[in-house]
C-alpha cells in the first residue's frame, strides 16, 4: 500500500499517517518529523530549512524533492509506505508522480483529512511543537489554501483522492478511511 495524507496543519495528518503505517505494515516517510529532527541535531538539511520552517514558509522544492527521492529508494519502503507532509504543491505532486514511475511505482491513494480553518488553527496552537506559534500557525493555514488545495484537483482527475472528514475521533477517521480502502472495487 503507497499512500499520501494530505490536509491542514492540525487536520490529524500525522496521526492518521502512523496508524495507517501500524495497520497495513508499512513504513511511515514524515517530511515534518525528519525536518524537525534535521533542525534539532544541526544538520544540513536542517541549518538549511530552519528559517522557512521558522516562519511557517514552504521549504523549497529543489530540497524536499531531493530528500524524497532518497528514502523512497531505500530497501525497506520497496513494498509500500504512508508519505505524510509531501506533497504540499501540485508541481510535487507531479514530480512524486515521475519519480514513482521512475521505481516502477504506483501511489494507490492520497488521502484528504479534511477540516475547518478553524479546527486546523485550534489543534494546531494546541499543540505545543516549537513552530506551533499561533501566528505561524495562521501562515501555514493560508499556505494550505493557497498551495496546497490544487493538489486535490490533481488527484481527484487521476481518480487517486479518497476524502474524508477529519473532525471525528482519530479512530473514526481511520475506520473510515481502513473501510474506503478495504472496500472491493
Known amino acids: 500500500m503507497r499512500l499520501v495524507i494530505l490536509g491542514g496543519s492540525g487536520s ?3 496521526t ?10 508499512v513504513p511511515l516517510v514524515s517530511v515534518g518529523g525528519i525536518l524537525r529532527s534535521a533542525i534539532a541535531s544541526l544538520t544540513d ?35 509500500g509506505w504512508v508519505l505524510e507532509g509531501y506533497p ?8 512524486l508522480d515521475f519519480l514513482l514511475d521512475g521505481l516502477g511505482q504506483k501511489l494507490d491513494w492520497a488521502i484528504y483529512l479534511q477540516v475547518s480553518q478553524a479546527v486546523m488553527v ?23 489554501y493557497d498551495r496546497t488545495v490544487p493538489i486535490l484537483e490533481y488527484y481527484d482527475r487521476r481518480r487517486r483522492l479518497l476524502t ?13 478511511i481502513v473501510s474506503l480502502l478495504c472496500k472491493p472495487l
Not at 122 to 144: A, H, K, M
Open 12 to 14: 490529524g495528518k500525522s
Open 16 to 25: 492518521q499517517a502512523h496508524r495507517l503505517s501500524k495497520y497495513f505494515e
Open 88 to 95: 504540499r504543491t501540485a508541481f510535487q505532486a507531479e514530480e
Open 122 to 144: 485550534t489543534r494546531s496552537v494546541g499543540r505545543s511543537l516549537p513552530d506551533d506559534l499561533p501566528e505561524i500557525v495562521q501562515r501555514r493555514v493560508e499556505l494550505f
Open 164 to 176: 474524508i472528514n477529519g473532525d471525528q475521533l482519530p479512530e473514526m477517521v481511520q475506520h473510515n
Open 45 to 79: 538539511l536542517g541549518r538549511f530549512a530552519q528559517p522557512y520552517v521558522d516562519t511557517g514558509e514552504l521549504v523549497p522544492d529543489e530540497m524536499i524533492i531531493e530528500f524524497i527521492s532518497e528514502r523512497l529508494t531505500k530497501p525497506d519502503v520497496a513494498c
